[in-house]
């Protein structure tokens, strides 16, 4: 079978393309990427020559179509299932589940006020009440993650998963908008900020000259 392709959109903003792209480079497993950039007039054609869902990332496999970043994860523990993208403990690979979800569905206040923004100079951000109780959610996640499975690497769960790279575009957030966060948070952003994967996606982020408005607080 041809190796996958991963249909994405800006690198610099698009926290939902960054979550596969990373555990696809995390996990080693070859693939092209595609981007098909934000705001243009041709976006959602573009896009739904693919998925008829009209949004990235895509993930095509041969005959295979699967949208939406959480189903990519899904997608690539079955199709390479050595690779280990949820970890092997039942109890963490539940947990890990969890917090996906979780991330994925919620955080409302924190996406809207910090959008993902890579090329932004660190600067702090008016907090409000909401985004702060996310703060203090997301720091609450990591710290249980780590405390109960963290033994044996610098990851949530030790290894690299794709709890790790649901998280990714959360550790970018915190260092773009400067965000006190504790030690042990500062730790784990740090693991996160200094692999391979995130600094190839953020060299290349950097390099685009596109600009989505919404998405530059200042």
């Excluded at 190796?3 to 693939?31: T, V």
């Amino acid at each position: 079978m041809a190796k996958p392709i991963l249909y994405i959109g800006n690198r610099n903003y698009s926290s939902w393309s960054l979550r596969p792209a990373m555990m696809l480079a995390m996990a080693g497993i070859d693939h092209e990427q595609k981007l098909i950039p934000f705001g243009q007039p041709k976006f959602g054609r573009a896009v739904r020559r693919i998925s008829a869902a009209g949004q990235v990332p895509v993930l095509v496999h041969g005959q295979m179509t699967v949208w939406d970043s959480l189903a990519i994860m899904e997608y690539l523990a079955e199709a390479w299932p050595d690779r280990l993208i949820w970890p092997r403990p039942r109890a963490a690979r539940a947990m890990a589940r969890s917090i996906c979800a979780e991330m994925h569905a919620g955080f409302r206040a924190l996406r809207a006020a910090l959008p993902m923004n890579l090329r932004r100079p660190v600067k702090r951000v008016p907090m409000t009440d909401q985004i702060t109780a996310d703060i203090a959610r997301i720091e609450a996640i990591w710290k249980a993650a780590r405390t109960a499975h963290g033994r044996g690497g610098p990851f949530l769960f030790g290894k690299f998963s794709a709890a790790d790279a649901y998280f990714t575009p959360v550790a970018t957030r915190f260092e773009t908008y400067d965000v006190k966060v504790s030690r042990q948070s500062r730790d784990y952003m740090n693991a996160i900020l200094a692999t391979p994967a995130f600094l190839d996606w953020q060299a290349a982020a950097l390099t685009e000259t596109w600009i989505v408005p919404e998405d530059e607080v200042d």
